[in-house]
């Protein structure tokens, strides 16, 4: 099934044409580009807060909050423009960000989030792993640094066997089917030996190909340290690897853990969010 509804995070980013580009370029003949811009206002607080008519001060800080979705909402619709876009529309999200983009998105094929930036808003920083948490769709994360041009032409998808991992390459179809090349990477490390026996006896190369995609598959071993904190290698093993075989686009499920573990062990996830150069592909 194509993307033919794709919503687009829209926020005051310096690099927010970088997320519509890649939309706009994914989206089928007669697709639809969404602008969503929140307020950042949760939409449970609403119903606690006095009427607006009641609280001039409330009223001026939401219409404050609403026009700066507005003024992000116009750069969209400037951008659509630009790039010749035949149907989109503009969404003020009276709602938390995260919260509110996750929402919006089940009513979408493929929602779109930038990569959180290095001298960005604190409260930003944690958007992207939200929506990839709660938004029940596929999230594609576009990184504000690294070329973007024929993102999709060839894509490199991580493959462990998981639940995780097999739901990020079914919704990828429509990128997989359209790309000129698509890779499959296996990484194992000694203290997990049962990840690649698990990833070759689910081998999904036979179900690719009756979806007319042809892939390659290759399996990577990784050097394991007696620390807790080496999980993070497959990520970096993973960013490596599409650097240096040209890949631009990755593909891979999103494992997450309680705060408290994810801050012990790190994970993959994170890492690959955190230093991605080029768009993922992620589903939980």
Same mark, same amino acid.
């Given at each position: ?16 044409? +970088? ?52 003024? /992000?909402? /116009? ?46 808003? @604190?409260?930003?920083?944690?958007? @992207? ?7 029940? +769709? ?41 790309? +000129? ?24 190369? @036979? ?51 309680? +705060? ?25």
């Amino acid at each position: 099934m194509p993307f033919n509804t794709i919503l687009v995070h829209i926020d005051d980013s310096p690099y927010l044409a +970088r997320r519509v580009d890649v939309a706009a370029a994914l989206a089928p003949p007669g697709g639809h580009l969404i602008g969503a811009a929140a307020t950042g206002v949760s939409r449970f607080l609403y119903h606690s807060m006095p009427p607006e008519q009641d609280d001039p001060t409330l009223a001026l800080h939401l219409d404050m909050l609403r026009e700066q979705a507005r003024t /992000a909402l /116009a750069s969209f619709s400037q951008r659509c423009g630009e790039l010749g876009v035949a149907s989109f529309e503009e969404r003020i999200v009276d709602d938390d960000t995260a919260a509110g983009i996750s929402l919006h998105a089940r009513a979408a094929d493929l929602v779109v989030v930038g990569q959180a930036e290095p001298d960005g808003k @604190p409260a930003n920083a944690e958007i @992207p792993t939200a929506v990839i948490t709660h938004a029940g +769709r596929p999230v594609l994360v576009v990184p504000w640094a690294g070329g973007l041009a024929g993102a999709g032409q060839h894509i490199l998808v991580s493959w462990d066997g998981g639940r995780e991992a097999a739901r990020a390459m079914q919704l990828a179809l429509p990128l997989l089917k359209a790309a +000129r090349s698509v890779s499959i990477a296996v990484f194992e490390m000694p203290a997990t030996a049962h990840t690649a026996a698990d990833a070759l006896a689910a081998d999904p190369r @036979p179900w690719l190909a009756r979806h007319g995609i042809e892939a390659e598959l290759s399996v990577h071993a990784v050097e394991h340290h007696m620390r807790l904190s080496r999980r993070h290698e497959v990520g970096e093993r993973l960013l490596s690897l599409a650097t240096e075989r040209g890949h631009d686009m990755l593909v891979m499920g999103a494992h997450g853990h309680s +705060r408290l573990r994810e801050s012990l062990l790190g994970g993959v996830t994170r890492t690959v969010l955190a230093s991605m150069t080029v768009p993922v592909l992620m589903a939980h």
